[in-house]
């Protein structure tokens, strides 16, 4: 089945640290290859200079001196040499976004994470540095700030203080040695960019095509899981969420079998959880532990909307497809996406059916009053919890269907399902124009290839016997 691409980035805020940390033998158990696109005195250099930019715009927060991008790689890539597998990605940067690099290529601790760590500058060096030089004596205090007088730096005695400087008449006061922060590096957008870009280049190296990987789509139908690292304090909360977003996975898988259009799902997905998120962050500050509740609804909501669409097309969905197909490729292929689709209606049928009998017991539960139906209201209680498990692990296995098939999810089932679905419309049009036209059904190549045999065998035997010439006519 499809995996997702995993690609993160980061800010950093100490780039020579982090540069030290991944490179350093010392640091990293398992440390196959460093590849820099500069000397390592770079990161040294552009450490100091976007601190002193920093310091001389007085931005607020803290200083962004480069950025990481992390980059999970397959595990058969082991078998690239490790030096070359790195300079590749990391050239592969430099020359598609024009900024020098230095990485790095892991395994954590316990190799099952093969990944590379890439430091890039947001700031290109200059050819030649641009320096201003100075036209007078200039002064500066403790704090590096630019003083008109030269009394202002000095002490009592009318000596310069400790750390106050002066540049004179003559010399350079200030060098440039980077361009301005290149404003494509923050963008939204340019994440998503990066990941389609590695995702296709590491797709090229795949030798087994049922190991490639896909990008997530975001604002799509689905919500993606959260990647729970070693250690990580809110593993439990986290958890927590991705069982819930992973529910609302299958509700969409669902949805997408009953009938339910996109529109229909992403409207509910904008309403009921995108616009709820932003409406609670506004009203009570970012608290995670509201997410669950937000999904909860929208699967609640989702689920009366698949229940609707069910009765509607229920007896479409009751009907077989049995009938016989032509041996051609659209064909085959066709059937056998019909026979996952009967599954997928099977399935979507029996689950309803649970949800039904169980909607019965809660009436019939709801109706229970009184002292002399207790045992009665126990029993519908336990029925109730066995049918609700019973449903969740069938909704599971929806999903689980395509999947075993080698689709990522329902979407994408669907997708290729329709377009078989056409191409075999547009086969069985073509067959009913040639019976019309001709009376027969069109030969296939293995036909026409028998019948032609069969013509040049008859055309042998009824040819006129002449008898061999054995020898030159004088």
Not at 413 to 420: C, L
Request: charged content about 30%.
């Amino acid at each position: 089945m499809p995996r997702n691409s995993f690609i993160q980035m980061t800010k950093l805020h100490n780039v020579r640290g982090r540069i030290y940390y991944i490179s350093s033998p010392k640091k990293q158990e398992n440390l196959y290859a460093v590849y820099e696109t500069t000397d390592r005195n770079f990161g040294t250099d552009l450490a100091k200079y976007n601190q002193a930019e920093f310091k001389k715009n007085g931005t607020e927060g803290k200083c962004i001196e480069a950025r990481e991008l992390i980059i999970a790689l397959p595990e058969s890539f082991t078998e690239y040499p490790p030096d070359r597998l790195l300079q590749i990605f990391t050239d592969h940067f430099r020359q598609t976004y024009g900024t020098d690099c230095i990485a790095a290529l892991h395994h954590n601790k316990r190799k099952t994470n093969y990944h590379i760590h890439l430091i890039f500058s947001e700031r290109t060096l200059l050819e030649q540095p641009i320096e201003k030089v100075a036209t007078r004596n200039m002064f500066y205090d403790e704090k590096g700030n630019h003083v008109r007088t030269k009394k202002e730096i000095l002490d009592e005695e009318g000596n310069i203080r400790k750390r106050c400087k002066v540049i004179h008449k003559g010399e350079v006061y200030k060098r440039q040695i980077f361009s301005i922060k290149d404003k494509h590096f923050k963008a939204e957008n340019f994440l998503d960019t990066v990941k389609q870009d590695y995702t296709n280049l590491i797709n090229q190296y795949v030798w087994d095509k049922s190991q490639r990987l896909e990008v997530f789509e975001r604002g799509g139908m689905y919500l993606a899981t959260k990647k729970i690292g070693k250690n990580n304090p809110k593993a439990t909360e986290i958890e927590a969420d991705n069982s819930k977003r992973t529910l609302w996975n299958q509700t969409v898988d669902r949805a997408i079998v009953t009938g339910v259009s996109k529109s229909e799902i992403m409207q509910i997905k904008k309403e009921r959880i995108t616009d709820k998120i932003v409406e609670s962050v506004w009203l009570y500050g970012n608290r995670p532990n509201l997410l669950s509740s937000i999904i909860g609804t929208a699967i609640a909501v989702l689920e009366l909307l698949i229940s609707k669409v069910f009765l509607k097309t229920l007896e479409l969905a009751d009907k077989v497809i049995s009938k016989e197909l032509e041996a051609e490729p659209e064909a085959v292929s066709y059937k056998h996406l019909c026979e996952i689709y009967q599954k997928l209606q099977e399935q979507n049928k029996a689950i309803f059916a649970l949800e039904k009998q169980r909607s019965d017991l809660e009436i019939e539960l709801s109706d229970s009053k009184g002292i002399f139906k207790a045992k009665r209201r126990s029993e519908l209680s336990t029925e109730i919890a066995g049918l609700e498990e019973r449903i969740s692990r069938m909704k599971a296995r929806l999903s689980h269907i395509v999947k075993e098939y080698g689709y990522q999810n329902a979407e994408a089932f669907y997708k290729a399902f329709h377009k078989s679905e056409t191409a075999y419309g547009d086969y069985q049009d073509s067959l009913k124009n040639w019976k019309q036209r001709y009376g027969e059904k069109p030969q296939s190549l293995h036909d026409r290839l028998i019948s032609k045999k069969q013509d040049i065998k008859e055309r042998e035997l009824t040819r006129p016997y002449s008898p061999p010439n054995r020898g030159r006519s004088r």
